[in-house]
């Protein structure tokens, strides 16, 4: 039987640097929206995850 994670974040993806305070999740930075948009796809394949977009340069990273 394996395990899995479920109802956290797995990741933060941002634009605002200022906005970092720090916590549980890997953050990435993304210099732009292309690259932000780029980073959150790959990842949420990677992690087998969902992206939310915050609508404040943020997307993060879910397992539901």
Known sequence: MGTTI???ILAIVT???EQIIGGGAPIFIAENDEELQR???LL???LDGIAHDL???AIIIVKH
């Open 15 to 17: 634009k605002n640097k």
């Open 6 to 8: 479920e109802n956290y």
């Open 55 to 57: 609508e404040n340069g």
């Open 39 to 41: 980073t959150a796809f």
């Open 44 to 46: 949420e394949k990677i």
